[in-house]
């Protein structure tokens, strides 16, 4: 009997495989990139990367550093809205997606238990004392809906509450809890929902009492604004939920993984949630993955018996290279200390950042915790400044923080951007990676374009001139 041809492997004689050559498409038609995107994808993204200079051309990736076609270095203050947590291409998650893809494992046959979901989920939850069991989704709004539906069934009630300015994803569902109107409008009806002001204790209490709500969806840090909800807040609205027998569903797709300098944000106050969802950092910024973590009570009730074992799935939830991955990102984790190097660090950030309040008048307040730091700028008291901002206000709030990340990137080399739309706050959320190097360059760089921004001229105010038109054409 003939032997099987080993993965790869070609019989003898045979010439080399045609076809397809990702090396030489790229080259002949990367170029074509903001074209392309404008024919094929959403038009409407070539056109703001242009309006805002961003219509950059990167080359390469690694660590928290792009370089352009020139060879010059951008340091990566973004990380992908979080999900290069531990930088671009780190060696570790590479080789385990090269190992798990030379292993040709019989991977999503759909009726079997393959080994590397179960592994990932045990060492996910070895980080997540009080959770059981783990659900692997592709994304972080799939990792919401399903704690959404998880709590919906194991309650038997229809409500979802959430807090104003909350992202927790665009899909129906976790659009249901999003707390900004421009992304649900025109998308009703939505899931029954109630939108809370983080810390409003009152107002929960009120409405678990109408006796309808399952669960209360929360991020411990917003990313939208990085706003904190009030010291104490996650562990009253806990005990009031488990008094309504209400589920506390922590949203920790961007917070998690050490983001804030524990692995999990809402570990910074006594609190267990009955559910968890991660995602983006746990791919390793390779392949999508998000995961919803819970109580077994909770999971033993979604499915209850073998006819509803498939009841909520994911056609490529668990598959080997996300599974692999975020082994990979986990044992770095741990190996490197990542968590502890993203505590001090972001503190050193944030202590110099916080530093050069008293010294501009445009910058009111720098908040956050561990890599995740919010830069909120204000209205200043001299009449020079004042009139200026004003002008940029009357515009389109959220003008003054964009005319700041553009000259980061212009002049500086440095990627960032604004926290929301229409919020004068500059998110920063760097790899975790990052240390007093990086501290060091975009402080300095921060401090050139606030002291340009005081000088009250140059290319700055030249470009805010261009977003006031470009913002009054728009209405």
């Given at each position: ?208 009492g109408r006796g309808d709500v399952a669960a209360l969806v929360v991020e411990p840090i917003q990313g939208k ?235 700055m105010w030249d470009f805010g001139k261009t977003l006031v038109k470009q913002a009054v054409a728009n209405r």
């Amino acid at each position: 009997m003939t032997e099987p041809l080993k993965a790869c492997e070609q019989p003898p004689g045979a010439e080399p495989p045609k076809g397809f050559d990702l090396a030489k498409l790229l080259a002949e038609r990367g170029a074509e990139r903001y074209d392309l995107h404008l024919r094929h994808l959403n038009h409407q993204l070539p056109r703001m990367l242009h309006t805002i200079g961003f219509d950059k051309v990167y080359e390469r990736a690694e660590g928290a550093y792009f370089w352009d076609a020139e060879g010059n270095d951008y340091l990566d203050m973004l990380a992908g809205f979080g999900v290069m947590g531990l930088g671009r291409h780190h060696p570790v998650v590479r080789k385990a997606l090269h190992d798990v893809l030379d292993a040709s494992l019989a991977d999503l046959t759909r009726f079997d238990c393959q080994p590397l979901p179960g592994l990932l989920a045990e060492k996910l939850l070895a980080h997540s004392p009080h959770l059981d069991r783990v659900f692997f989704g592709n994304s972080g709004t799939e990792a919401v809906e399903t704690a959404l539906k998880f709590a919906r069934y194991a309650t038997g009630r229809p409500r979802v509450l959430y807090c104003t300015h909350a992202f927790h994803g665009l899909t129906t569902g976790s659009l249901s809890v999003n707390g900004e109107a421009s992304f649900r409008d025109g998308f009703a009806p939505l899931l029954p929902d109630t939108a809370l002001e983080p810390g409003d204790l009152a107002g929960l209490e009120r409405e678990l009492g109408r006796g309808d709500v399952a669960a209360l969806v929360v991020e411990p840090i917003q990313g939208k604004g990085v706003i904190e909800p009030p010291l104490g807040f996650l562990r009253a609205a806990q005990d009031a939920l488990r008094r309504h027998k209400a589920l506390l569903i922590a949203d920790e797709v961007q917070t998690g993984l050490g983001r804030t300098g524990d692995f999990y944000a809402y570990q910074h106050e006594d609190v267990e949630p009955d559910l968890v969802c991660v995602a983006k950092a746990l791919s390793g910024g390779y392949v999508p993955v998000g995961a919803t973590l819970g109580k077994d009570w909770i999971f033993k009730k979604v499915y209850s018996s073998m006819d509803r074992v498939l009841v909520h799935s994911a056609s490529f939830g668990s598959n080997a290279q996300a599974m692999a991955a975020g082994l990979a990102v986990l044992s770095v984790i741990e190996d490197e200390q990542v968590v502890a190097n993203a505590r001090a660090t972001g503190d050193l950030l944030r202590s110099r950042l916080a530093a050069l309040v008293d010294r501009y008048e445009f910058l009111h307040e720098v908040r956050g915790r561990g890599l995740m730091i919010g830069i909120e700028f204000g209205r200043p008291d001299s009449i020079k400044l004042r009139s200026r901002w004003t002008m940029l206000q009357a515009a389109r709030k959220g003008l003054f923080a964009q005319m700041v990340v553009v000259p980061l990137l212009q002049k500086h080399r440095i990627l960032t951007q604004v926290s929301g739309d229409h919020l004068e706050v500059i998110k920063l959320i760097p790899p975790l990676t990052i240390g007093e190097r990086e501290v060091d360059r975009f402080v300095a760089a921060f401090t050139a374009v606030m002291d340009d921004a005081h000088a009250g001229g140059g290319l700055m105010w030249d470009f805010g001139k261009t977003l006031v038109k470009q913002a009054v054409a728009n209405r």
